[in-house]
């Protein structure tokens, strides 16, 4: 079963930015939308950005203008710059599929923690 690997997590002050990045193995990503999902304690997990495979991008009202996710098929990574970074984007970040037909098995990462705080 493929399961996304993401990194690029890490401790940033208010105002920061962080870029995240995810490797995704096998056909699971030249067949299906990508995206980057987010879980903060306490609190169901989110969709904030997602790719279609043609690059169409869509975002969580929170994050729009803040953020932006880009998808490179040649190498299946996708990423997620963020930028004007509020301590309410503290969270774990993992990176998924999107939609409602998913092709292909796959199961969540270990996910990335990003941490906003001064």
């Known amino acids: 079963q493929v399961q996304p690997v993401e990194s690029g997590g890490g401790l940033v002050q208010p105002g920061g930015s962080l870029r995240l990045s995810c490797v995704v193995s096998?056909?699971?990503?030249?067949?299906?939308?990508m995206g980057w999902y987010r879980q903060a304690p306490g609190k169901q997990r989110e969709l904030v950005a997602s790719?279609?495979?043609?690059?169409?991008?869509n975002y969580a009202d929170s994050v729009k203008g803040r953020f932006t996710i880009s998808r490179d098929n040649a190498k299946s990574t996708v990423d997620l710059q963020m930028n004007s970074l509020k301590p309410e984007d503290t969270a774990v970040y993992y990176c998924?599929?999107?939609?409602?037909?998913?092709?292909?098995?796959?199961?969540w990462g270990q996910g990335t923690q990003v941490t906003v705080s001064s």
């Open positions: 096998g056909s699971i990503f030249s067949r299906n939308g």
């Open positions: 998924g599929v999107v939609g409602r037909i998913v092709y292909g098995t796959w199961s």
């Open positions: 790719a279609t495979i043609g690059g169409i991008t």
